[in-house]
């Protein structure tokens, strides 16, 4: 039968032009979408191994001094400490919230748009080295627990008190930092140490009190180096000190957070201190996706392959129907033959199939200029984010997106000529052969 | 005479094939609706809109980057002093205004309630109300004297006024931002999210905020840094590239002036409209040419697409009519007259299609209005609307003599992509060939 169509399509090749030009262009605009969705969800993919659903940031704001209310006895710095650690203290007995944690900084926070990187080496072999990005968490709340942050790759989760904070200059890595500057070694024990000084800056070294699992900054992205500084609530820190909390998850985030608002803003003026805000960290990282344009960039890839495949399917449809008709002669004589309604159809169908896969060929010969060229990126690959992932094979890579690509036209060019060839599948052999 | 003849020949067309006259259509308006998304948020980017109804006088410095002897390099906003020595001597200039738009972490404390209401806020100098043509409901902008001696006063949006107190006159009335007591001076037509350069819900004068005033980082990047963008509004747009000249000699002196190894540059800058929307942050270098033609590239695929497609089943329609063609050419009918008429007759298929494109578009257009609006190529760095707020789109952004001229353009293009080469064919074949065809 194949070859039956083959020769049909060749013979009618001036009329399959059209077509075929068609599925050329959107099977090579199609792949470099295709390709795009293929590393996101490839990234996407990727344990996070931490759990930022049920988890919100608190922000507590202090009263200008211009306020009624400014207690200036509140503002020096032990007393406004202590109203702090009161304000956790209470946010931790509010009943819905499951734990509480503390860090500094935005950046320390998931999903935020801030960022504090910093590159570290081992101290034993000062030749390997590694971008981080930093985390600076109070230890004096389980900043570990209200995320979920797990070892053993995703085995057992993370506590504070699984590691001993008592010693000056112990930091946690992730298993990509222990990976990268001690390989094949016991990482935990060892030295590392920062590798940009100056004299305001002198050299700063940790020994690793303990290895965590991988995290990724987004979801979009790949896993990089990450370190955890511990620190306590002092002078120098605690107008920086952020604070973010569990819920237990029984109620939804909105209902959470507006009854929180509610029942809290009065216990939670304390000292100079008053809630000033709160949102769930699902939503900020959906906000700084939006901000970095990453939300942009996915909806206009999306839109721009529903126009494809809208056009495409038009484009089929329309060919087939002008198909069936000027074949009628052809489809009655098949009928009068003995051929049935199912194989008339199948017939259409795998015409259809065999233009896509003649387009195909050419268009993967584009699609190696397009690489060649460089205009094909590889979303969050990047020089903090060392390791072997699938999207590197540019071969396999390759292969995969154009398989799936043919697969997404195919499944929008066999519905697109069902219609034809339902109408191709109800001519009569009598009807046909009378037409002639 | 000849086109109305032509057109209902084409009417005649459509109504015996219309399933087929359908599909056609639905391509056509399909393609003509992605490309009028993209021309009328490029316009709502560019075009004079309320209150910046002067976009196309107006020119901007809103980063800038400098590098100390060390090689250490820092980028941001300006400094006042920047400003200071850039623009606020300019000659050539109608009005010059300075603003600082960090407009994500205050909130208003309405009387007699625990909530705190977020706000946006945008910190500015009285010769803002100059470059930007705010309508006044109640009220007026603060003044010299307010900004001089940093009194905490406040204008603000006529939705805000009625969410705040019911009403919009409120001018001479006090409210709270972040604890801080201001006097309402003014209340204005609301700004759309759309206006970038003006959009707030609250203006105060920056000098009620003492921190804004400093440089950041000091005198080792030269105290070039620091919280600002500034506008300058030239007189005419004729006169905009004189501005434009007298800024840049401005920067060149300013930057030749700072202490040794210090490099402060500020790219492109000053910038026109349209080249500001692709500009997001400091020490980024563009090549506008290049975005131009990549824009240009998304416009021709989103047009050639369809018409390949368009071109095929004109073909098939026209392959259709060589009879009739074989007999109009054997009674003496030139090509270039049959050409015409299979282009004029499709014309009204293209033109359908353009209609029911341009207002799907609309609908796209009103349904996505929150985000759709920040589409483009190469968009970083995007300010999402606050919660809660409605994007709004005012009719005159979307239905306006430009939008209808692009969509009109855009299908006598689409039109003449998708049927120059069918048309072409069916009037060159021989007359014996097309007779015979069936």
Redesign the interface.
């Known amino acids: 039968m194949l070859r039956i169509i083959w020769k049909q399509i060749v013979n009618r090749r001036k009329s399959n032009g059209w077509i075929l030009l068609e599925l050329l262009c959107v099977f090579c605009l199609a792949w470099y979408i295709v390709d795009f969705f293929f590393v996101l969800e490839y990234n996407r993919s990727l344990a996070s191994h931490r759990d930022v659903r049920n988890t919100y940031r608190i922000d507590v704001g202090t009263l200008p001094a211009s306020h009624a209310g400014y207690d200036t006895a509140s503002a020096a710095p032990p007393a406004a400490i202590a109203h702090l650690q009161r304000v956790v203290a209470r946010i931790k007995e509010y009943p819905d919230v499951e734990s509480a944690g503390l860090c500094l900084g935005d950046y320390s926070l998931p999903g935020t748009g801030s960022f504090n990187g910093s590159t570290y080496r081992s101290a034993q072999d000062t030749l390997k080295t590694i971008s981080i990005q930093r985390i600076n968490f109070i230890a004096e709340e389980d900043y570990f627990k209200v995320f979920r942050h797990t070892s053993g790759r995703g085995g057992r989760p993370v506590s504070l008190a699984d590691y001993d904070w008592g010693a000056p200059g112990v930091a946690l890595v992730t298993r990509i930092v222990a990976e990268t500057l001690f390989p094949g070694e016991e990482a935990v024990g060892k030295i590392i140490e920062s590798t940009w000084v100056s004299p305001e800056y002198p050299r700063e070294q940790y020994r690793i009190a303990g290895v965590t699992d991988d995290l990724k900054r987004f979801n979009y992205s790949r896993p990089h180096g990450v370190v955890f500084f511990p620190a306590r609530i002092d002078e120098s820190n605690y107008l920086y000190v952020s604070i973010a909390v569990r819920s237990r998850g029984h109620i939804p985030a909105a209902r959470f957070m507006k009854e929180f608002r509610q029942q809290m803003s009065a216990p939670l003026r304390i000292g100079n201190y008053y809630l000033k805000n709160m949102a769930s960290l699902v939503q900020v990282e959906a906000g700084t996706n939006y901000s970095f344009g990453i939300t942009n960039t996915i909806r206009m890839h999306a839109a721009l392959m529903a126009f494809f495949l809208v056009t495409v399917a038009l484009c089929v449809l329309g060919a087939f129907l002008y198909r069936v008709n000027v074949r009628r002669e052809e489809i009655g004589i098949r009928r009068a033959m003995g051929a049935g309604n199912h194989g008339i159809r199948w017939m259409f169908i795998l015409e259809g199939l065999l233009l896509l896969s003649i387009a195909a060929i050419p268009a993967m010969i584009i699609e190696v200029q397009f690489i060649s060229a460089g205009l094909i990126d590889t979303l969050g690959k990047h020089d903090m984010s060392p390791g072997d992932y699938l999207p590197d094979n540019g071969l396999l890579r390759f292969l995969i997106t154009n398989l799936v690509t043919w697969l997404t036209l195919a499944g929008i060019i066999v519905p697109a000529i069902l219609y034809p060839a339902w109408r191709a599948g109800r001519i009569t052999p009598v009807e046909a052969l009378r037409d002639e | 005479m000849r086109m109305a003849y032509y057109l209902k020949q084409a009417w005649q067309l459509l109504k015996q094939n219309r ?2 006259s359908l ?2 259509i ?2 056509t308006g ?2 003509i609706s ?1 490309v009028m998304i993209l021309a009328i948020v490029f316009y709502i980017k560019v075009a004079n809109l309320y209150p910046e109804s002067a976009r196309d006088r107006l020119l901007m410095v809103r980063y800038g980057q400098v590098t100390t002897a060390e090689g250490n390099i820092n980028s941001g906003r300006l400094s006042l002093h920047t400003v200071d020595v850039c623009m606020n001597s300019l000659q050539t200039a109608e009005a010059v205004t300075v603003v600082y738009d960090e407009w994500g972490d205050n ?1 208003v404390q309405p009387a007699g309630s ?1 909530e ?1 209401l ?1 706000v946006a806020v945008k910190y500015v100098d009285t010769g803002f109300w100059k470059v930007f043509a705010f309508s006044f409901v109640n009220g007026a902008p603060f003044t010299e004297a307010d900004m001089q001696s940093g009194i905490r006063t406040a204008v603000v949006s006529a939705s805000f006024a009625r969410q705040l107190f019911g009403h919009t006159d409120v001018a001479g009335q006090y409210m709270q931002l ?4 201001y006097r309402i001076c003014g209340v204005v037509k609301d700004v759309s999210f759309v206006a970038n350069h003006t959009f707030a819900q609250v203006w105060i004068p920056y000098t009620a905020n003492a921190g804004l005033e400093e440089a950041w980082e000091g005198s080792s990047y030269g105290s070039t840094l620091g919280n600002f963008l500034a506008y300058a509004l030239a007189p005419s747009v004729k006169e905009a590239g004189k501005v434009r000249e007298e800024i840049k000699e401005n920067l060149h002196k300013y930057a030749a002036s700072l202490g040794e190894g210090i490099t402060f540059t500020v790219n492109e800058q000053p910038d026109r409209q349209w080249q500001s929307i692709f500009r997001f942050y400091g020490g980024q270098s563009i090549n506008f040419a290049g975005l131009l033609w990549q824009y240009a590239g998304v416009f021709l ?2 047009l ?3 018409a ?2 368009l ?3 004109a ?2 329609q026209m ?1 259709r009519r060589l009879a009739e063609m074989g007999v109009r050419r054997a009674f003496g009918a030139p090509r270039h007259t049959l050409m015409n008429q299979l282009i004029a007759e499709n014309l009204l298929f293209t033109g359908l299609g353009g209609v029911a494109g341009l207002l799907f578009s609309y609908v796209l257009l009103y349904a996505f209005r929150s ?1 759709i609006i ?2 483009g190529i190469r ?6 609307a606050p919660a809660g707020l409605d994007v709004e789109l005012a009719p005159s952004m979307l239905m306006n003599y430009t939008v209808f001229a692009v969509a009109l353009v855009t299908c006598v293009v689409l039109n003449l992509l998708a049927t120059v080469i069918p048309a072409w064919r069916t009037s060159c074949r021989e007359i014996v060939y097309s007779l015979n065809k069936k």
């Open positions: 399933f087929y599909i056609y639905v391509g399909l393609s992605m909130f625990d705190q977020p972040n604890f801080d007591s695929v989103l050639l697409v369809p390949i497609s071109s095929g089943m073909d098939a392959e985000w920040h589409i968009q970083m760095f995007v300010d999402a």
